[in-house]
């Protein structure tokens, strides 16, 4: 079996199965966003029970004694509370992922390669961490948290001002409240796959830096869901230190192979 026959089978299949475990991980934790809904929601009720007329959130209610303002606070609290435990989450997603694929990476190279006389078992000191925050993508995966939740609590804010003016009722207003919250649970999981992806990128290069490969070829998925950027890029060689930095965008599959003599 030559070079590219062993590694894209393989690296393929690697990262299939780090991402599917991924993903059952984040369904898991996506439950916090729904808890947080849950929060707001609650808030909400309250405010109904207490300021509405006629089934309508009261605009002059809502504005006496820095009840808005006070809704407000509640809003960033709860929404602040859940970016500390996706900040948490992402953290040990990461590197986790890193360190499964630096590790099997490892041992797919001693195994097409087992006299390369180089030990995989124990990652360096530093690399996880180096992985994990460097701003592959102009920010760190904690700024891009921070960038979402702040959407997310103008977001929210702006359900329920738009509702109070518009007279909707607590059951329309839910309906919003819901959706705007599951907009933004649909940003957090491509942000963990994203993150992901280059993690298990970067313990690929790690690896492969560390068992002296010089030159990757790019590698697509091959199907009809390879996007034109991704497939300009198909079957090119590139210098280990000038290959594009992956993921090239979100969602993205490819991986770079070594080119191991």
Not at 106 to 128: C, D, M, Q, R, W
Not at 176 to 196: F, Q, V
Not at 212 to 238: Q, W
Request: one cysteine or more; a positive charge; aromatic letters at 8%.
């Amino acid at each position: 079996m030559n070079n590219r026959e062993y590694w894209s089978i393989r690296l393929e299949k690697l990262t299939n199965s780090l991402l599917r475990g991924q993903e059952r991980d984040t369904t898991l934790f996506l439950k916090t966003y729904r808890n947080s809904l849950v929060e707001v929601q609650t808030m909400t009720n309250k405010l109904y029970a207490k300021y509405s007329k006629d089934g309508v959130l009261s605009v002059s209610e809502m504005y006496k004694f820095d009840r808005y303002k006070n809704m407000e606070k509640e809003i960033a609290s709860i929404i602040s509370d859940l970016g500390k435990e996706e900040k948490a989450y992402m953290t040990k997603e990461l590197k986790k992922v890193y360190s499964e694929s630096y590790l099997k990476t490892g041992e797919l190279i001693t195994g097409f390669k087992p006299n390369i006389g180089i030990s995989f078992a124990t990652i360096p000191t530093g690399f996880v961490e180096k992985a994990i925050s460097y701003p592959w993508s102009g920010a760190d995966f904690v700024t891009r948290i921070g960038i979402n939740n702040e959407k997310l609590v103008v977001n929210l804010k702006q359900v329920i001002t738009k509702g109070m003016v518009e007279g909707k009722s607590i059951s329309s207003m839910t309906k919003d409240l819901k959706d705007t919250m599951n907009l933004s649970a649909t940003n957090a999981r491509r942000l963990i796959r994203t993150e992901s992806m280059h993690c298990i990128s970067s313990s690929h290069h790690d690896t492969y830096k560390k068992a002296g490969v010089k030159k990757v070829e790019f590698l697509t998925s091959g199907d009809n869901r390879v996007c034109a950027i991704c497939d300009a890029f198909s079957g090119k060689i590139f210098l280990i230190d000038e290959a594009p930095m992956l993921p090239l965008h979100p969602n993205e599959r490819c991986v770079l192979l070594p080119i191991i003599d």
